[in-house]
């Protein structure tokens, strides 16, 4: 492991709050969303005529034509299989910035196409992991799906293990620069980032520092150095109690939060309560984007029987503009990318379909 727990004593206390937050969390309730928060005067500013032309072009693919190689790595460490499929693109020296992707319960390597594409087409490579024991293999045959996750994420094993494997994905990533392939010498290990869906987006902030008291009140948290932002969709609830056992000082990179105002299968009108890690992030770059009527599914596409995908392009659209705009803004450095995320440009392309929430460091 690349970067070891900080306050080794305090990891059983960990480990237990992380399978907590696994049985309180998974498909969990809703909450007010409080009011947004005042403008700042030192907010990048941005032209109407920018903003427009940005968005369209965050919008679009980009200029790369995107291959994908699946590979099916073993941690021989661990005794455990890491699948993943990597999109990048097919033409260009680079370096590109490379993105991580941990997905929700249920999901695979074959998830969230849309993203990896539209990402490696505006030159970056996304590498989709799968998690085994909390994968589509884990639910595969299974008469009630939901009851099987509920039993998945009862076991303490599985969440420490999908961190782990974002990790070890790190790692391959690192061969993968340095070995034969279409990827050798192509990759930027300096830009590294990391992204979840539902649980993903707990293994995302794991990896990006968020840490648990234990017992004991110590704190442990596994942030890697090599992760430099984070994109957080569809975080689920924990329960109140275990909430207050999550610390948030170790979060140093920017993030992107993204949410919904629906719940996962459940009627329209509902708010989801996301605003946790946006709310208690401090020092450093946030945004928060809330969709209206969207539900987590909209992020990584419908499985689980969830079928309500009609409006899901639509939204899909503002997904991979503000992802695309958040990975120029903060692997790149592009200063038009965070004037439009945090001058008013995302806040006008979104009108009426929700709304974006800045915190500047």
């Given amino acids: 492991m690349s970067s070891p727990p900080r306050g080794c004593a305090g990891a059983a206390g960990w480990l237990a709050a992380l399978a907590a937050l696994a049985a309180g969390a998974a498909l969990a309730g809703a909450g007010r969303l409080p009011a947004a928060e005042p403008p700042r005067e030192d907010r990048p500013a941005i032209s109407p005529d920018s903003a427009l032309a940005l968005a369209e072009a965050y919008k679009r693919p980009g200029t790369y034509p995107v291959e994908a190689v699946r590979y099916d790595w073993f941690d021989a460490d661990r005794q455990r299989p890491v699948l993943a499929k990597v999109y990048y693109p097919r033409h260009g020296s680079g370096p590109f910035p490379v993105i991580v992707v941990s997905p929700g319960l249920g999901a695979s390597r074959e998830g969230y196409e849309y993203l990896g594409r539209h990402w490696a087409s505006h030159g970056y490579v996304a590498v989709h992991v799968q998690h085994a024991g909390s994968d589509s293999a884990a639910l595969a045959g299974k008469s009630d799906p939901q009851a099987a996750i509920q039993q998945i994420v009862q076991d303490a094993r599985i969440p420490i293990g999908r961190v782990l494997d974002i990790y070890f994905a ?150 991979k503009a503000a992802s695309t705009a958040f990975w120029d803004a903060y692997l790149r450095h592009d200063a038009a990318a965070r004037a439009w995320l945090a001058g008013g440009g995302l806040a006008a392309a979104l009108g009426a379909a929700g709304r974006v929430e800045v915190k500047l460091r």
């Avoid at 340095?178 to 300096?190: N, V």
């Avoid at 979840?196 to 990006?208: R, S």
């Avoid at 009527?293 to 079928?307: E, I, M, N, P």
Wanted: overall charge negative.
């Fill in 170 to 319: 790190l790692d391959q990533v690192a061969a993968l620069q340095g070995g034969p392939g279409p990827l050798q010498g192509r990759l930027d290990l300096k830009s590294m980032a990391v992204a979840g869906h539902h649980f993903g987006a707990w293994t995302a902030l794991f990896v990006a520092g968020m840490g648990v008291l234990g017992q004991d009140r110590e704190e442990t948290s596994m942030p890697d150095p090599r992760i430099k932002a984070a994109l957080v969709m569809a975080l689920p609830l924990p329960q109140q109690k275990e909430a207050r056992r999550f610390t948030f000082e170790q979060v140093k990179v920017p993030c992107l939060h993204m949410a919904g105002t629906r719940e996962e299968g459940g009627g329209a009108g509902q708010p989801a309560e996301r605003r946790l890690a946006y709310a208690r992030i401090s020092g450093v770059d946030q945004y928060l984007l809330t969709l209206d009527a969207a539900d987590s599914q909209v992020f990584a596409g419908r499985w689980l029987g969830l079928t309500d995908a009609e409006k899901d392009p639509f939204y899909q659209e503002h997904v």
